[in-house]
């Protein structure tokens, strides 16, 4: 393997793992940061998360794309009325199920 490309799978690891693991770290420093930037820290993971899987459930189903969509706003809706994680998970997974096979 060459080493640019050594260096760049290290690169990209990092600049993925930091918005992860930042959090962490930052968590002792968090009590002397304003209100505003306390919770940004804190929706960082979240908002990280967000941005790589929301574009491929619109995109990874391919012509039946509303099936991704139905599933994130099911998982929303899931979430907005704070049931568990593995709870909107099972009805996100179902709603998607449904909708590829139903419609």
């Given at each position: 393997?060459n080493n640019?490309?050594?260096?760049m799978?290290?690169?990209?690891?990092a600049?993925t793992?930091?918005?992860r693991?930042?959090?962490?770290?930052?968590?002792?420093y968090?009590s002397?940061?304003p209100?505003f930037?306390?919770?940004?820290m804190?929706?960082?993971?979240?908002?990280?998360l967000?941005?790589?899987i929301?574009?491929?459930?619109?995109t990874d189903?391919g012509?039946?794309?509303y099936?991704?969509?139905?599933?994130?706003?099911?998982?929303?809706?899931?979430?907005?009325?704070?049931?568990?994680m593995?709870?909107?998970i099972?009805i996100?997974?179902?709603?998607t199920?449904c909708a590829i096979?139903f419609?």
């Open positions: 393997m640019s490309v050594i260096t799978i290290l690169v990209c690891s600049v793992l930091l918005p693991i930042l959090p962490y770290f930052a968590s002792s968090l002397r940061l209100k930037i306390r919770k940004c804190m929706l960082l993971p979240v908002s990280a967000g941005a790589l929301f574009p491929l459930a619109l189903f012509s039946e794309w099936a991704g969509l139905l599933g994130v706003a099911s998982a929303f809706i899931a979430s907005y009325f704070k049931l568990p593995i709870v909107s099972l996100a997974l179902a709603v199920s096979i419609i």
